[in-house]
Every structure is written in C-alpha cells, then in structure tokens.
C-alpha cells in the first residue's frame, strides 16, 4: 500500500482514529508521518510489550535474584527480551509471571486444545478441579485434615478422568 500523502513510498505507519463512532484510517511512509507530527518508536521488541502489560507493582525487584538455576536467565533478563531460556524458567520465574501469563492468556494454567465437542466438557472438569484445590487450601489452613484429605483423593480422582 503506498502513503496516501506522498503517493511514492510504502505506507509503513498505519493510524486508526474512532471519534463518535465514525472510523478515520491513515496509511502513511514514515517519512510523512514524521512530517504531520507523529511520534514513531525507534525500536519496539517483545520486552517493550511485555512491559506495558504488566503494571509496576506486578513486577519483583531486581534485588530478589530471581535467576534461573537450570540456564542461568535472570529475570532482568526476561524483562529485556520477553524471551525464557529453558522449560525450568516457568518453575523457577513462576511468581512474576503468573500476573503476566493472566492477563495475555486469561489463565495462568495452560488446559491445550480440544475438539470443539469435547471443548465445553473440558473447560467444566478444569474448573471443578480448580474449585476442588480452592477447597483443599480452605481446609489445610482450617486444619481439617480428614476432609482435604477426602478432597485430595477427589482431585486425583477427577485428574486421572482428564
């Protein structure tokens, strides 16, 4: 698509504007987008996006020391790149990324893909699950032993169904 201005370059900086329900498009090169007094970011990196979606009180100190003992990534480092080093990040940055991990997904467990029959099924067995675990907690720190006893068993119950 060529910047509707100049008519010569590739539109490369594409603006949406929707005032009272009415859309307004502009397709500019950056060229001309500079000219009409747009702000364009020199870089932009996946760091740069996960940094925007996680609010500052989300994010853990960098004097924790948070390092990853299977790789060695800091999560300094993460916040960097946007990128883990191994599959032991997960365990070991669990804690700072489980906000993260909620807002872009909308869950911090990962339950896959299923066919669409089965999918309704699934996502009912995973909340009963969560809900059975929620009541486990209750339990262990009212020191009712016996019932989440009972609750643990259910839950593995209903995990080997899965």
């Given amino acids: 698509m060529l910047c509707e201005k100049c008519e010569k370059q590739e ?11 009415v859309t307004t498009e502009l397709h500019l090169c950056e060229e001309c987008a500079k000219r009409r007094g747009f702000i364009l970011p020199s870089t932009f990196s996946l760091a740069d996006l996960l940094g925007g979606l996680l609010e500052p009180e989300h ?3 960098l004097e924790t020391g948070l390092r990853c003992k299977n790789c ?6 993460f916040k960097e790149t946007g990128f883990l080093g191994c599959s032991q990040c997960y365990s070991f940055f669990h804690k700072p990324l489980e906000p993260l991990l ?10 896959g893909k299923f066919p669409k ?3 309704k099924e699934k996502k009912e067995k995973v909340s009963d699950i969560q809900l059975l675990r929620e009541k486990l907690k209750e339990a262990v720190a009212k020191e009712k032993f016996e019932e989440a006893a009972r609750l643990r068993d259910k839950i593995r119950e209903r995990e080997k169904v899965k």
């Fill in 11 to 21: 539109a490369s900086f594409h603006y949406t504007e929707i005032v009272n329900g």
């Fill in 59 to 61: 994010l853990p100190s």
């Fill in 72 to 77: 060695g990534l800091t999560y300094s480092n």
């Fill in 102 to 111: 909620k807002k872009i997904h909308g869950s911090s467990e990962h339950i």
């Fill in 117 to 119: 029959k089965k999918r």
